[in-house]
């Protein structure tokens, strides 16, 4: 038997970055911590830039304080944001200038980062990383947490995290309860070449089937496309040849960066919210995509993700340093509620952008309109909106709030 102080299940982005925050935090020498992964470890190798994520300035703050951001390549900033509906008047746009910004936020690798992650993670002693193992059975008490794995090895930890993403078999195992819903699209995603320069300009236009956003990489005649639209629509999307969707595509977007031309094999996967109504089981706790998924119409999942490790990784540390038990209930518990206020105002503000861009009769579109237009012309209530989606508002953990800026 195998035992630590805390086992994190899940080797992606969020559990890599919990197991970096705690081995490299002011009490890092008190725990043991195993990271439990099923799939492989994370291998250095080109960016591919298939999956990518926007990341805010909240996250960058963070991973920089980690060591991890100097190491990326693959990160473009963008400077402008551009969003609009088709056939409409509406439209609004951004300027990391107008806001005092260095950028609006930046378009990162999912691979490239859990690899300088995993990276960074194998100078701590303390950490071990098992890869390639499968968790079997769990069983949980007031004190500790037994998992047993699926090639007969038990492994015991004091606090368990489930950070094992959207499928979490850590909450299926004890049943925490889970409220969803399917939003009916499927994300359609690829890497395409831009007739014209992206010009470090984030694009999103809202057609009547959902959003379809055009993502600047490094390359100026390069964007990662993220189209979500209905299942039907993205079964006769993947199924054309690729001079047929480049057309569709062009056509789609309006032809704002010209003619647009497949570069990757493309991929598509359903579309679900999901929020689990309980974070926090004796023991045991959940983080990211194992405690809720939302729509990527904002590009808000990873940063909601990161900022959940990083308050549990905080609120760790302080239970610490002030001689408490580090992994009370009470400790999760205050926790589940920091975050869960998070998530639940991320997920109503997507679940109202969804449903109001997808009312198509003349008067909402003409109140979308409206709305958007006299939104573009109040820079107070833009600043307010930019504050938010940059991650420089809200109840955010220490590492990732923004330096005051001395007068």
């Known amino acids: 038997m195998q035992t630590s102080d805390v086992l994190i299940v899940g080797g992606g982005s969020a559990g890599l970055t919990l197991a970096l925050l705690l081995a490299s935090g002011d009490y890092s020498q008190q725990l043991k911590i195993t990271l439990l992964e099923q799939g492989q470890a994370p291998e250095p190798a080109p960016a591919t830039l298939l999956r990518v994520s926007a990341l805010n300035l909240a996250s ?60 960074k993670l194998q100078q701590y002693p303390q950490v071990q990383c098992l890869f390639g193992r499968a968790i079997g059975q769990i069983s949980t008490s007031d004190e500790q947490s037994l998992v047993t794995l699926t090639d007969g090895s038990v492994l015991l930890a004091k606090l368990l995290v489930g950070a094992d993403g959207a499928e979490s078999k850590v909450r299926q195992s004890l049943q925490l309860p889970l409220t969803f819903w399917d939003y009916d699209q499927h994300a359609l995603v690829a890497v395409v070449k831009t007739q014209q320069p992206h ?95 939302i729509h990527p119409l904002a590009g808000q999942g990873m940063n909601l993700g990161l900022m959940d490790v990083a308050a549990l990784a905080e609120l760790i540390n302080q239970q610490m340093a002030k001689n408490l ?83």
């Open 60 to 119: 960058q703050r963070l991973l920089t304080a980690l060591g991890v951001w100097q190491g990326l390549t693959a990160n473009p900033a963008y400077q402008q944001m551009e969003v609009w509906e088709a056939d409409s008047f509406a439209r609004i746009n951004f300027d990391a200038q107008t806001e005092n910004q260095q950028a609006l936020g930046w378009i990162v690798d999912n691979q490239q980062l859990c690899q300088q992650l995993y990276q």
């Open 199 to 293: 010009g470090q300009c984030a694009r999103q236009v809202f057609l009547p089937t959902g959003p379809l956003a055009l993502l600047p990489l490094s390359d100026p005649h390069l964007c990662s496309i993220v189209w979500s639209t209905n299942p039907q629509q993205a079964a006769e999307l993947m199924a054309k040849e690729d001079a047929e969707f480049n057309q569709a595509l062009s056509a789609a977007t309006q032809s704002v960066l010209g003619v647009l031309q497949v570069q990757s094999p493309r991929h598509k996967f359903p579309l679900k919210m999901r929020y689990a109504t309980k974070w926090q089981q004796q023991q045991v706790v959940l983080v990211a995509d194992a405690a809720h998924t």
């Open 325 to 407: 038990p580090w992994a009370s209930p009470r400790m999760l518990r205050q926790y589940e509620r920091w975050r869960k206020a998070e998530a639940q105002q991320m997920i109503a503000a997507m679940e109202l952008f969804k449903r109001g861009f997808l009312l198509q009769d003349p008067v909402a579109k003409l109140v979308r309109a409206v709305g958007m237009k006299t939104t573009n012309q109040l820079p107070f209530l833009k600043r307010k909106i930019m504050a938010a989606a940059l991650g420089n508002s809200g109840d955010l953990p220490q590492l990732a709030r923004p330096v005051p800026v001395e007068l």
